[in-house]
């Protein structure tokens, strides 16, 4: 079997939600495990969470589903509510909560006409201008789904365009709501999400939404932003090395002659690529965590391979473990290596890696 693995720490998972739980007392935690629990698998972290989250926050019916044929009794929030007239059935048959967020959902649930009342997010347009009602129209769209629609109850919703430490653009949002909504807190509303959640109170309302810092990273894409937070990793990407090479100065690694050798040295190869998930267009600062050292990656990242420097740790050998991210190398810098996020990195890990809960 090709040795690399994904390792979910479930204890970690069950840590950082509780620290949630200490942030949030006033408030109900949606959980969100939408893109697979952000590639750790809804099977490997619903039933870790299921105690301790007030309801899960998915994408696609297909996750909802999965959830209710779990056992799940709790509220299920679909966070873009449906995507067609036909997806109505099966919300209705499993009692899902929906985000409406455009006029066409609106009308689709008029024409679909249930006796059965109907749980709903309005999703306000605040200043993200992705999804979403103008908060100028938003009285008038909640008066006419109240009269024509058969609603058990209305929540308002939004999402911050921006919601860094010392973000300002969380309060003008806020803001741009109560002047639309002069009684909008007699509403139930879930306003914040990961990064409102640690740093901005206020926003915090009736229900977060809690993603990424669940599964250890930070909003920010900075792992000092969250380090005092005490919350933990819960991917840990590992392999082995499968071969070692002796090379010589002037010698070259990978494809592209991507590094140039100075000098005599090892090098390992390990069980690892872009086709796994791994980001190819990380920069040459790029470290990997082995036999207690962090070392760095030479030259390319290949589909299935990644070559590492052992100049410096002379106990590696074929079979010796490597992180590539987790606990001793933080998948921010990684993310940050690859001018991307910690979020995509997470989502982006291949099915063909497997998935082992620790």
């Given at each position: 079997?090709?040795?690399?693995?994904?390792?979910?720490?479930?204890?970690?998972?069950?840590?950082?939600?509780?620290?949630?739980?200490?942030?949030?007392?006033?408030?109900?935690?949606?959980?969100?495990?939408?893109?697979?629990?952000?590639?750790?698998?809804?099977?490997?972290?619903?039933?870790?969470?299921?105690?301790?989250?007030?309801?899960?926050?998915?994408?696609?019916?297909?996750?909802?589903?999965?959830?209710?044929?779990?056992?799940?009794?709790?509220?299920?929030?679909?966070?873009?509510?449906?995507?067609?007239?036909?997806?109505?059935?099966?919300?209705?048959?499993?009692?899902?909560?929906?985000?409406?967020?455009?006029?066409?959902?609106?009308?689709?649930?008029?024409?679909?006409?249930?006796?059965?009342?109907?749980?709903?997010?309005?999703?306000?347009?605040?200043?993200?201008?992705?999804?979403?009602?103008?908060?100028?129209?938003?009285?008038?769209?909640?008066?006419?789904?109240?009269?024509?629609?058969?609603?058990?109850?209305?929540?308002?919703?939004?999402?911050?365009?921006?919601?860094?430490?010392?973000?300002?653009?969380?309060?003008?949002?806020?803001?741009k709501i109560k002047k639309s909504i002069k009684n909008y807190n007699t509403f139930s509303c879930s306003f914040a999400n990961s990064a409102a959640l640690l740093w901005h109170k206020y926003s915090h309302y009736n229900w977060i939404r809690t993603g990424i810092i669940l599964y250890g990273a930070s909003p920010t894409?900075?792992?000092?932003?969250?380090?005092?937070?005490?919350?933990?990793?819960?991917?840990?990407?590992?392999?082995?090395?499968?071969?070692?090479?002796?090379?010589?100065?002037?010698?070259?690694?990978?494809?592209?002659?991507?590094?140039?050798?100075?000098?005599?040295?090892?090098?390992?190869?390990?069980?690892?690529?872009?086709?796994?998930?791994?980001?190819?267009?990380?920069?040459?600062?790029?470290?990997?965590?082995?036999?207690?050292?962090?070392?760095?990656?030479?030259?390319?990242?290949?589909?299935?391979?990644?070559?590492i420097d052992l100049l410096n740790i002379p106990k590696a050998k074929i079979g010796s473990s490597v992180e590539l991210w987790g606990n001793n190398i933080k998948i921010d810098d990684v993310a940050k290596s690859a001018n991307t996020i910690g979020y995509e990195l997470m989502c982006s890990v291949s099915k063909r890696?497997?998935?082992?809960?620790?």
């Amino acid at each position: 079997m090709r040795p690399i693995t994904v390792i979910i720490n479930t204890n970690a998972l069950k840590n950082n939600l509780k620290i949630i739980k200490n942030i949030t007392l006033n408030s109900k935690i949606w959980s969100v495990l939408k893109s697979d629990a952000y590639g750790h698998g809804i099977k490997n972290i619903y039933p870790f969470i299921n105690d301790n989250s007030d309801g899960f926050a998915v994408l696609t019916l297909d996750e909802a589903i999965y959830l209710r044929t779990k056992g799940c009794n709790k509220p299920i929030l679909l966070l873009e509510g449906f995507f067609s007239e036909k997806e109505l059935f099966l919300i209705y048959k499993y009692y899902l909560t929906i985000t409406i967020h455009s006029k066409w959902q609106i009308n689709a649930l008029i024409k679909y006409r249930s006796y059965c009342p109907i749980n709903i997010y309005i999703k306000i347009n605040s200043g993200m201008n992705r999804l979403g009602f103008d908060t100028k129209k938003i009285l008038k769209i909640i008066n006419f789904i109240k009269n024509n629609i058969n609603v058990s109850k209305i929540s308002l919703m939004t999402h911050f365009s921006e919601a860094t430490i010392n973000s300002y653009m969380i309060k003008k949002q806020i803001t741009k709501i109560k002047k639309s909504i002069k009684n909008y807190n007699t509403f139930s509303c879930s306003f914040a999400n990961s990064a409102a959640l640690l740093w901005h109170k206020y926003s915090h309302y009736n229900w977060i939404r809690t993603g990424i810092i669940l599964y250890g990273a930070s909003p920010t894409g900075k792992w000092k932003d969250i380090k005092d937070k005490k919350i933990q990793p819960v991917m840990t990407l590992k392999s082995k090395i499968i071969s070692i090479q002796k090379i010589y100065p002037g010698d070259i690694v990978g494809y592209n002659c991507g590094y140039y050798s100075n000098q005599k040295r090892r090098i390992g190869i390990i069980a690892c690529g872009y086709a796994d998930g791994y980001p190819r267009n990380i920069n040459d600062k790029t470290f990997v965590f082995i036999k207690g050292i962090k070392t760095k990656i030479l030259g390319t990242v290949s589909m299935d391979m990644i070559a590492i420097d052992l100049l410096n740790i002379p106990k590696a050998k074929i079979g010796s473990s490597v992180e590539l991210w987790g606990n001793n190398i933080k998948i921010d810098d990684v993310a940050k290596s690859a001018n991307t996020i910690g979020y995509e990195l997470m989502c982006s890990v291949s099915k063909r890696v497997p998935r082992i809960l620790k």
